[in-house]
């Protein structure tokens, strides 16, 4: 059937004695259904009809950008070509410690002048002139021993700032690498054991020292129990101590005699620390030294 301007319009009359053909021409695209003349309906698909409405909804909330940084859980900044902001959502706000201000319609370097001269402007401008998307980790401009990650986009004509804080990461990062050394000094240092205990008392990790103590490889007490290693008439005791400390009832300082692979006893005096994860318990760490120097050397040159 032809598709030209006379199919854009049907009379009333001729849609209800030929309403098969009109609604395969009306499925294509809408039609204006007149009366003596005068054009007073759209005849269109159920599917057109459902866009235009949505698109309709649309229209009448046109700020749906604003909506969505609003409920973001990053500081989201988007600027014009100059640099003139024209969004900020209340988590950037924050982060920047500019709760109670107005920061739309100013400059960015001007509204946050910690950022001048920061690797974040430097960003900032590479991902205007070169189109790439930018991000780095940097310590915070705004807060004291604080971190954001950056990331700067282009958007539309202009440019995006997304912020998150990771602080703790940082932090619990930095606090890894501070075990580490402590472990490693301690390695040095011989005289100071390290073990981890499970939630039932068996031995995860032993460190050297504690081997050479106790004159056993480290495949020999991994998965030994931690008390059959103590003492015959000291075992109740060490036993008790380590089921108080995995209830939380508090860490405990141990003195007792390990049984050594040479039939020996060696004294030692440690420490039993719970061991806390993110889900509860995860074990215990024992921290223990053989009582090797005189009173006289722990006493030091007089």
């Not at 009333?12 to 395969?24: G, I, P, S, T, Y």
């Not at 980790?137 to 804080?165: C, K, M, N, Q, Y």
């Not at 209830?247 to 039993?272: K, S």
């Amino acid at each position: 059937m032809p598709d030209d301007i006379s199919d854009r319009s049907v009379t009333a009359a001729e849609l209800v004695r030929n309403f098969a053909h009109w609604r395969e021409i009306g499925a294509r695209h809408p039609l204006l259904i007149t009366h003596h003349g005068r054009e007073t309906h759209v005849f269109m698909g159920l599917d057109r009809f459902k866009a235009l409405a949505s698109q309709d909804e649309f229209d009448q909330n046109p700020d749906r950008l604003r909506e969505l940084a609003v409920r973001m859980a990053q500081g989201l900044i988007l600027c014009r070509a100059d640099f003139r902001i024209d969004l900020i959502n209340p988590v950037a706000l924050a982060m920047a410690r500019r709760w109670d201000r107005r920061l739309e319609g100013q400059m960015l370097w001007d509204a946050l002048p910690e950022l001048v001269g920061t690797l974040t402007e430097a960003h900032a401008r590479h991902s205007q002139v070169s189109g790439e998307i930018s991000a780095a980790d940097i310590p915070s401009p705004f807060r004291d021993d604080s971190w954001l990650h950056v990331e700067t986009f282009p958007f539309a004509d202009g440019i995006g700032l997304l912020l998150r804080d990771i602080t703790s990461d940082v932090q619990r990062h930095r606090l890894a690498d501070v075990k580490s050394a402590i472990l490693k000094a301690m390695g040095i240092h011989g005289g100071v054991g390290y073990a981890r205990l499970s939630n039932r008392g068996f031995i995860e990790y032993v460190d050297a020292t504690i081997c050479t103590l106790v004159g056993l490889p480290e495949a020999r007490l991994i998965n030994a129990y931690m008390t059959d290693l103590i003492a015959l008439p000291q075992r109740p005791q060490f036993r008790q101590e380590l089921e108080a400390v995995l209830r939380g009832e508090g860490d405990r300082r141990v003195q007792a005699h390990l049984l050594t692979n040479g039939g020996a006893l060696l004294p030692m005096e440690g420490a039993l620390v719970q061991l806390r994860g993110t889900y509860g318990t995860e074990g215990v760490v024992l921290v223990m030294t053989p009582p090797c120097l005189s009173e006289n050397d722990q006493a030091g040159p007089q």
